[in-house]
């Protein structure tokens, strides 16, 4: 367990962006009991950072994953419940452009959840696009842990050039940066290989947090270049990385049998192993069970430079998110 600030982060989270998002991950309202197994579990377990976002849910069920979040973190009465994190995200939406929208947006998802965000964190960097709105909104960000409305704030999809910019400036007034959330797996090295935000984490006092940790579900082996696929925009993705990512698919397959483990536990181990808190997505409870089982043991050195070795090796990778600065 790491603190960083007033938060007390645990070695994994969970995260609920499929919950309410029917687009994407087929959400129904009939799984919400399932889901609120997977919650109680998960802090039971010290799984108690749950990441999730205000622009999480599908049409009408837009906030969704906030609301539900909300209701069983409010009614939860088992173990480690003062150690719940709500991490939620702020979206950069083109029309919050003021520094006190990013207060409405606060209350907000304050509203929604039924009880205070413990950490909020600005979902994307507009640098690459609308330069000129960025600024308001950061400021913004850094007035809501001024003002007590959370505990600490994080940054989602920035790059160390923007990055080390937006820690000088809220250090200059006294706002420590606690987090920062970059897609991270074993399918996407990206941000770290290449752009290096582990190590100007570890500079600056920040807790890398790793997003789609399992690459969409393509890293637990469900999924081979002979189908089926999942639909939409996943199903799009599995074509294009099959059957380039055999190689790393058959690695975590021996290690996780060699291991008597899943090969979802091997590539959660591996982003721990890492320095990073993997927030892999869970909907039912059998996955957050199995998630679980990526806790309390460890991957050796000679197994992690395997599955650096081939993950290095592969033509392809997941596709960048759109957002990600430099
Ligand atoms: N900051 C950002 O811009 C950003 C972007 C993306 C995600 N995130 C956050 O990161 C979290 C995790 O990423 P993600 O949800 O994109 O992807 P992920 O964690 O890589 O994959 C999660 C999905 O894989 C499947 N799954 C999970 N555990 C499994 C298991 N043990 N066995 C088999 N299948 C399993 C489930 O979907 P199926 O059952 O449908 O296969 C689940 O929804 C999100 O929920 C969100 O909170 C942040």
């Not at 969970?14 to 609120?36: E, I, K, V």
């Not at 919650?39 to 205000?54: E, H, I, N, S």
């Not at 979040?69 to 088992?78: D, I, P, S």
């Not at 979206?91 to 990013?102: D, E, I, V």
């Amino acid at each position: 367990m790491s603190t960083a600030n007033q938060l007390a982060l645990p070695t994994m989270g969970c995260g609920t962006w499929a919950w309410g998002n029917r687009l994407l991950w087929d959400y129904d309202p009939r799984m919400d009991d399932q889901l609120h197994a997977v919650f109680d579990l998960c802090v039971a377990y010290g799984v108690t950072l749950f990441d999730t976002g205000d622009s999480y849910g599908t049409g009408r069920l837009k906030g969704r994953s906030e609301e539900l979040l909300g209701q069983f973190a409010n009614t939860y009465r088992g173990s480690n419940a003062d150690r719940i994190c709500i991490a939620t995200k702020l979206a950069a939406y083109p029309w919050r452009l003021t520094r006190s929208s990013m207060a409405s947006a606060c209350e907000g998802s304050a509203r929604r959840l039924g009880r205070k965000v413990d950490l909020v964190q600005m979902h994307w960097s507009t640098a690459n696009y609308a330069p000129w709105q960025e600024w308001a909104l950061l400021d913004g960000l850094a007035d809501l842990y001024d003002r007590g409305e959370v505990k600490a704030v994080g940054l989602s999809n920035y790059g160390p050039k923007r990055l080390q910019k937006v820690y000088q400036r809220f250090r200059d007034r006294g706002v420590p940066i606690a987090t920062l959330q970059v897609q991270y797996s074993l399918l996407s090295t990206y941000p770290v290989s290449e752009l290096n935000v582990k190590e100007i984490c570890d500079e600056l006092g920040i807790q890398l947090i790793a997003y789609s940790p399992l690459a969409l579900g393509l890293l637990t082996g469900k999924y081979s270049a002979n189908g089926p696929y999942p639909k939409g925009l996943r199903g799009f993705l599995c074509k294009q990385l099959f059957p380039a990512i055999d190689p790393l698919l058959d690695c975590l397959r021996a290690i996780a049998r060699s291991r008597q483990k899943t090969m979802a536990q091997v590539a959660l181990n591996w982003c721990i192993g890492k320095g990073a808190i993997p927030i892999p997505g869970a909907k039912t409870l059998e996955q957050a069970k199995q998630n679980i089982g990526a806790l309390g043991w460890q991957l050796d050195a000679g197994e992690m430079a395997e599955l650096d070795r081939v993950s290095e090796s592969l033509d392809k990778q997941m596709v960048q998110n759109i957002f990600q600065t430099r």
